[in-house]
């Protein structure tokens, strides 16, 4: 059984630059969040989506934008990237109803 | 607003020395308190729940309880191979998880 899957792994960009972070969650979960964890941090919460929508979102600039798809993957998009975007970019799923979260590997994200 | 702090920042141990690490919470409405386990370069990997004063939780060597305003992780007889970052979370009002710093444990042979 799959878990979380996330891709790429590596990334580096110019700043400025847009980038594009996918997840597939672990099947059966119909929820993704996103977490940003810079070097040193807990992940911090970025939003979370459920039936292809935003259904919370923490303290991050409008730079920061996501998608559900009808397959339950989602995807993470960041504008004009900045140096402080540097960090662990981490996709956690869930299912409605249950408590438990399972975290992807997630992919880091090198702003240049 | 919701907080978790965790001490220490790193621990250092050598194989066979037990502690314990501790987690403090301000949240309004504690929907679950999470204890993870991060390796470099991973994602978290979840440990435990716990829901309400009182409860503990055990796996292996691990030993989680939750009070009304903290949580400990007991280590046992700790090996090598429990070294990782220990990632704390409060899961309050909606589904975020808020995050602590984590301690760095590092067990030495």
């Known amino acids: 059984d799959a878990g979380v899957t996330q891709s790429p792994t590596h990334l580096i960009k110019t700043r400025g630059q847009q980038v594009t972070l996918r997840c597939s969650p672990k099947?059966?979960?119909?929820?993704v969040s996103w977490y940003q964890q810079a070097l040193g941090q807990g992940p911090q919460f970025i939003f979370q989506y459920y039936e292809e929508e935003e259904r919370q979102r923490g303290n991050f600039p409008d730079r920061f934008s996501g998608h559900q798809f009808p397959n339950y993957s989602s995807e993470l998009n960041v504008n004009a990237l900045l140096l402080g975007d540097s960090a662990l970019y981490l996709c956690?799923?869930?299912?409605?109803?249950?408590?438990?979260?399972?975290f992807g590997s997630g992919t880091r994200l090198t702003v240049v | 607003e919701d907080q978790v702090t965790q001490s220490p920042e790193a621990l250092r141990l050598q194989e066979g020395e037990s502690s314990s690490l501790n987690c403090s919470y301000t949240v309004s409405g504690l929907r679950g308190l999470f204890w993870y386990r991060q390796d470099p370069g991973k994602g978290p990997e979840f440990l435990f729940t716990l829901y309400s004063a009182g409860e503990e939780k055990e796996k292996e060597r691990l030993k989680a309880t939750l009070t009304k305003k903290e949580s400990f992780l007991h280590i046992t007889a700790p090996k090598p191979e429990d070294s990782a970052t220990y990632l704390c979370a409060v899961q309050a009002e909606g589904n975020k998880l808020v995050f602590g710093a984590g301690t760095i444990l590092r067990v030495k042979s």
């Open positions: 956690a799923s869930s299912r409605t109803g249950y408590h438990g979260y399972t």
């Open positions: 099947s059966g979960h119909d929820t």
